[in-house]
């Protein structure tokens, strides 16, 4: 398991390959989207709703099983779209073939984020998306007229060397962003694991990341990327950056309290089977969102739970040790682009 210590530091590569050409530099407002773009883009789009689940870490919970029949039992109710793993999901281990199963009971469509504990204990990510019916780390797809773009956090700088796993998004990989968004003229939604805005263990180069899609915006004369979904963090939060979405999908299952903490929630025999959970906060039930995308507005439905055994003001953690609170749920939000 990961020590989460507060990584402060944002990656400095360079950006000169990023940037979107000069004839294209200055600044553009969505009123400089002529009025037939606009309404051409408008009737393309439909709407569209997903389910999305982050760090499920069914190798790590007692009831892992449990937690993804609930989510996938909601899922076929409400027969979103698609449904998307926002990363920690599974390891590609043979035992791990029962959440395949219970995941194989939702019929349409599914994607997957590569999340850095899938690939615990020396498995690939080759060997993981193959696990999952996947077939690469990073890939686009559209959707009911919204282009989505599915990132891969989990590389290595080879000129920056980073405590812990690779969190950085590299540059063969950026190239690729950049030619992919300068290549779809519909509105986008961008999903990673690790946040682009959190500077405590996200993307170390997540600043580089998040100015590329401010060039993409600005050179396509509107706002373009509208939302980006994360997970990695298990907290729950919404930042909005020079006019793009970030929104941070909760844990379905605890939060890392450390490894000096002792939580008391569950017996001695319970901890004996599951000792790294004597360092979490174990959420009661699981937790998910549905995200539905209209034509102005992205709304998210969010699922809340209690902290299992003992309130989370009898825990004796600072709530805000993270920065923003820790919670045990994901909360609903309307949002405009």
Not at 197 to 213: A, E, K, S
Not at 264 to 285: C, P, S, W
Not at 293 to 322: H, M, N, R, S
Request: net charge neutral; hydrophobic share 35%.
């Amino acid at each position: 398991m990961i020590n989460r210590k507060k990584f402060l530091k944002i990656g400095s590569l360079g950006i000169s390959g990023l940037l979107v050409p000069a004839a294209f530099s200055f600044a553009k407002t969505r009123t400089d989207l002529d009025s037939a773009a606009s309404e051409n883009l408008g009737a393309r789009q439909q709407n569209l709703k997903f389910g999305i689940i982050a760090d499920l870490h069914y190798d790590l919970m007692h009831d892992g099983e449990r937690r993804a029949q609930l989510f996938i039992d909601a899922m076929n109710h409400e027969q979103p779209d698609f449904i998307i793993s926002l990363g920690d999901f599974c390891v590609p281990k043979s035992a791990n073939k029962k959440l395949m199963a219970i995941w194989a009971q939702f019929k349409g469509k599914k994607h997957y984020v590569l999340g850095n504990h899938d690939t615990d204990g020396g498995f690939t990510k080759q060997q993981a998306l193959a696990f999952w019916d996947a077939t690469s780390p990073y890939y686009s797809f559209d959707d009911k007229g919204f282009h989505f773009v599915v990132l891969d956090g989990n590389e290595k700088d080879p000129e920056n060397k980073i405590e812990g796993y690779p969190r950085t998004i590299g540059k063969e990989q950026l190239n690729w962003l950049k030619q992919d968004l300068q290549q779809t003229k519909l509105r986008t939604i961008i999903f990673c694991h690790q946040g682009l805005d959190n500077t405590m263990g996200g993307l170390d180069n997540g600043m580089q990341v998040r100015y590329l899609l401010e060039q993409i915006n600005k050179e396509a004369g509107f706002n373009k990327v509208i939302l980006v979904l994360t997970g990695h963090h298990h907290l729950n939060y919404h930042n909005e950056i020079n006019g793009i979405h970030y929104v941070q999908i909760n844990s379905s299952s605890y939060y890392w309290a450390g490894e000096t903490f002792e939580s008391k929630a569950f017996d001695a025999a319970f901890y004996k089977d599951h000792g790294i959970l004597k360092r979490t906060l174990v959420y009661q039930d699981p937790i998910w969102a549905t995200v539905s995308i209209g034509k102005k507005d992205i709304t998210i439905q969010g699922t809340e739970t209690v902290i299992a055994g003992i309130p989370l003001d009898q825990t004796g953690i600072d709530v805000y040790k993270d920065v923003y609170p820790i919670t045990s749920k994901v909360d609903s939000r309307k949002l405009m682009y």
